[in-house]
């Protein structure tokens, strides 16, 4: 059964460093998603993707964060520079094998990224 | 601002049993919602959806009601099984009003079944 996956599981870091989370979604699937949750709360949307550029952005998507899709497959998203309240679990997800239809997001297994 | 509500932090049932989850949902944009499931250490795994046209779905052991005049939606499992036991996210999305499809997530009832 396809699935979505995601490396590195766990990523430790110093504030203020660069982090990429990579992403590989469903193959045939067209809408990619960014969420987050961070320990103890609830999961929070961060971005959507369709089309080669991002949809919608949440108020926590802010400019130290981006994402792309660099080739075929893997969707990628990267913080310039970790503050230590970026600690939390991310997960990505896909959904879409058709645009027009209205299809549930399945969820990768997530990265734990800790800033110290 | 908690547009989807779950407001049972946990819940525990007898193997065998009913489980009731409930969420509750405050933006009446929402047309499509979903129910989750979660391990530790995992992503959420994708259960059972419903539209906002229907009141009632059905998958196996799993359906979930829609009440929209109530906002309020609830995930019934029978008869539930200690694999059951996990983290149940009930999320919402409206697909008008701007939006692209992303998920509003409540923040989970612990479900714990009994052998």
């Known amino acids: 059964e396809p699935e979505v996956t995601q490396t590195p599981s766990h990523q430790v870091t110093q504030m203020g460093q660069e982090v990429i989370l990579r992403c590989v979604p469903i193959s045939n699937h067209l809408y990619f998603y960014w969420y987050r949750q961070i320990l103890g709360q609830k999961v929070e949307f961060l971005v959507s993707?369709?089309?080669?550029?991002?949809?919608?952005k949440s108020e926590i998507f802010d400019d130290q964060f981006s994402v792309e899709r660099p080739d075929g497959s893997n969707f990628t998203l990267k913080i310039r520079s970790t503050k230590l309240e970026d600690s939390a679990m991310y997960f990505c997800?896909?959904?879409?094998?058709?645009?027009?239809?209205?299809?549930?997001?399945?969820f990768g297994p997530g990265t734990r990224l800790t800033v110290l | 601002d908690q547009q989807v509500k779950q407001n049972s932090p946990s819940l525990s049932v007898q193997e065998g049993r009913i489980s009731i989850l409930n969420c509750d949902y405050t933006n009446s944009m929402f047309d499509y919602f979903l129910w989750y499931k979660k391990y530790p250490a995992e992503g959420p795994t994708f259960l059972i959806s419903i539209s906002s046209i229907k009141d009632k779905n059905e998958d196996g052991r799993f359906t979930v009601f829609l009440n929209k005049s109530a906002k309020h939606l609830s995930l019934h499992i029978v008869p539930s099984q200690p694999g059951d036991s996990a983290v149940y996210f009930c999320?919402?999305?409206?697909?008008?009003?701007?939006?692209?499809?992303?998920?509003?997530f409540g923040k989970g009832t612990k479900l714990s079944v009994k052998p």
């Open positions: 997800a896909s959904s879409g094998a058709r645009a027009s239809s209205y299809n549930e997001q399945f």
């Open positions: 999320a919402a999305s409206a697909r008008y009003g701007g939006s692209q499809g992303n998920l509003i």
């Open positions: 993707f369709y089309n080669n550029e991002i949809s919608e």
